[in-house]
């Protein structure tokens, strides 16, 4: 019996579900894996969210510029960022100047 040997599948749709099975399930973690599609590619490659504690979402940005900006956006982007989340709600973004994570 002749084997054929199948053209080279992504990796992509398999290190996706390993990395939903490992991902902490903690609000911080919900709101880091919605981020970039809740704010948009140019917020995220300027800010990120670096911690949460008792609903208060810690959002480091590469400026204070940057900073200042998303405290005045805050109440649209709570809204967006709650309505995507399921495991939680957020009360308050708390924006600091900080070197925020890499993006992929």
Known sequence: MT???????????ALARIQEELAPATLLAEAQRVWRDTVGPDIAGEAFPTAER????????????????LDLMAPVLLERLNRRLAGGKLSRLRCVTARPRPQA
């Open 54 to 69: 008792a609903g208060v979402l810690t959002v480091s940005c590469s400026a204070s510029v940057w900073a200042q900006e």
């Open 3 to 13: 084997r054929y040997r199948h053209a080279p599948r992504s990796l992509v749709p």
